[in-house]
């Protein structure tokens, strides 16, 4: 790789003269900075950065700005350039990317707390300028490329950082291809024995797979040349490693289970061709019924757009047919890049922020992870509000909704509007009244019933979801709490209670409790544990407090920790 090969792919591209010679003067103050460092491989360190900003340039991701960010992004770490020399030379915009880097640091997988403030670093990063990100996750995708020069210890923990951190932000970012690219390197570091065990059971499969689907790519272009469908390609698709053994999880590690081992994927020029080929494949081929699902008409919430359907083909084979037009073909592929590319008024004015209708998760984040203090509240949160598969249900006008899975229908009308949520009285789901605990599913039309007067229960919190609708019921109780607290009368003697917790047995338990108690100023005067072998053990506390108002804020508060399935109180 070299610069002249880059500046020869952007020149393809019609980038203009000036954003070459800026991109052009970034490599040159790079090569100057990172001149006689060396790469663990043993190449120049230049070549990391020229490779960061050709992977930015394939995913059609032409901003200069980004580019030479790209190849400046080591300098103020590994080298000692000063942020402000970078601005006087490149401007503002490429230095506060390279801040933007900067501040990210080496992402390391060094405990749960470490963790937890490089995830918050992220999304950050991302709700204010999407870009250092997105050369941030470049920079990842050639350290992986060159991680079997690591040194072993080491290769293990950046695998998994890049599973458990980089590859979800990938996929949520719509990026599918680097995220399936992504979860294939870091495979055999991460998982060697379940690696090993995949490819040497899946590799005649795949083999036999591509050789039938060759025989079914004639007929399928026969009958769309009929029906005047123009096929911009019919091409080959082929699972990725790791997302087939996560699937495999799934199905008993059978591989026989596996129906897109190897799908084809149809190209078309518009929208009204994906389902004219749609009919053309299920007239070839009887479709499965339950196995049909329209992307278009409903897109994921990270932007994918596709018609899948899956057909008892040739030889009565169970195959998978993925049908998207070109333009949804390069979203799927890049996500947030091919976005950018696809905007018809090019860069925003101030850097790149997300859009709001498809990526507004970012900045939900960003909102609730300001509210969520305690490292243990804060992954929980993000294993349902980010991490876990989303759904997206209707409202009775038709519009698309975005919720995790199991999401209920109070989680649903938080998400319409806080006053829906707190007047929510009752739900129908496709037009039938169900419970408000009731688990909803994707395509699920949802009505809230909703009472002027109604207020929220404290029973919601048992089954509600998203960390925005819990955060909303809990400041309800807690606005409960303090005018009852503003009608009580001060100075009264203590109040002294016995506090029963039933919880499961596990690490930092009483800590945690003990935390609580001091926050809440109140004094322990006896503690006692169930001295059996019970995994749910009894703690009992006799506590002494200031008022009643002060044990029932405590009460609330114990509710609250991680593992406590019950907290009873006796005033004494």
Not at 344 to 355: F, H, Q, S, T, V
Not at 522 to 551: G, R
């Amino acid at each position: 790789m070299t610069i002249e090969s880059l500046i020869q792919n952007l020149k393809n591209k019609d980038v203009k003269q000036a954003d070459l010679d800026l991109i052009n003067r970034a490599y040159l103050t790079a090569e100057q900075a990172h001149r006689g460092q060396k790469r663990f491989s043993g190449e120049d360190y230049i070549i990391h950065p020229l490779k960061t900003a050709d992977f930015l340039t394939r995913l059609n991701f032409i901003d200069a700005p980004t580019i030479a960010a790209a190849l400046l992004h080591d300098t103020v770490e590994d080298t000692g350039l000063p942020l402000e020399k970078i601005e006087k030379d490149f401007g503002p915009e490429v230095a506060f990317l390279i801040n933007g880097i900067t501040k990210l640091g080496k992402i390391k997988y060094q405990g749960v707390e470490r963790r937890v403030e490089n995830l918050r670093k992220m999304f950050l990063a991302m709700a204010e300028d999407i870009r250092v990100i997105l050369i941030k996750l470049a920079d990842r995708h050639h350290n992986m490329q060159t991680l079997d020069f690591v040194r072993k210890e080491k290769q293990k923990r950046i695998a998994l950082e890049t599973l458990e951190i980089y590859t979800p932000i990938a996929y949520r970012l719509g990026m599918g291809e680097l995220k399936g690219q992504l979860e294939d390197l870091a495979f055999p570091y991460a998982y060697p024995d379940e690696h090993r065990w995949l490819m040497t059971n899946i590799k005649e499969k795949y083999q036999q797979r591509q050789e039938y689907l060759k025989k079914v790519v004639p007929m399928l272009e026969r009958e769309l040349k009929k029906e005047n469908i123009n096929a911009e390609g019919i091409n080959l698709r082929a699972k990725h490693y790791y997302s087939l053994y996560q699937k495999l999880l799934r199905h008993e590690m059978n591989l026989e289970k596996i129906y897109d081992l190897a799908a084809l994927r149809i190209v078309v020029s518009n929208i009204d061709q994906c389902y004219g080929a749609l009919g053309v494949v299920h007239k070839l081929w009887r479709p499965l019924p339950d196995k049909i699902k329209d992307y278009i008409a409903l897109p994921k919430p990270n932007g994918y757009q596709s018609i899948h359907t899956t057909v008892f083909c040739l030889d009565d084979k169970i195959t998978e047919f993925q049908i998207r037009t070109k333009q949804m073909h390069e979203i799927a592929e890049n996500g947030i890049a091919a976005h950018w590319a696809y905007s018809e008024a090019g860069k925003p004015d101030e850097g790149a922020r997300l859009d709001e209708k498809k990526f507004g998760w970012v900045q939900q984040l960003r909102e609730w992870q300001a509210e969520v203090s305690g490292t243990e509240e804060f992954l929980e949160s993000l294993k349902i509000d980010f991490f876990k598969n989303r759904i997206f249900v209707l409202t009775p006008k038709g519009d698309v909704i975005d919720l995790p899975q199991d999401a209920t229908p109070v989680d649903f009308a938080y998400h319409i509007h806080s006053e829906i949520g707190e007047q929510c009285a009752g739900a129908k789901v496709n037009g039938k009244i169900v419970p408000l605990n009731t688990p909803l599913q994707n395509s699920d039309i949802v009505e809230i019933l909703i009472q002027k007067n109604k207020k929220p229960s404290e029973g919601w919190l048992d089954f509600i979801k998203t960390t925005y609708a819990k955060n909303k019921v809990k400041k309800h109780f807690q606005k409960k709490l303090h005018s009852f607290a503003d009608r009580t009368v001060k100075n009264q003697t203590p109040q002294k209670a016995e506090i029963r917790i039933v919880s499961s047995d596990r690490v930092g338990l009483l800590k945690d409790i003990s935390s609580i108690l001091s926050s809440q100023n109140i004094n322990i005067i006896t503690l006692n544990t169930d001295s059996t072998d019970n995994p749910y053990p009894d703690i009992f506390i006799t506590i002494s407090a200031k008022d009643k108002l002060n044990i029932n804020r405590l009460v609330l508060k114990l509710k609250e920790v991680k593992g406590v399935a019950e907290v009873g109180c006796k005033l004494l």
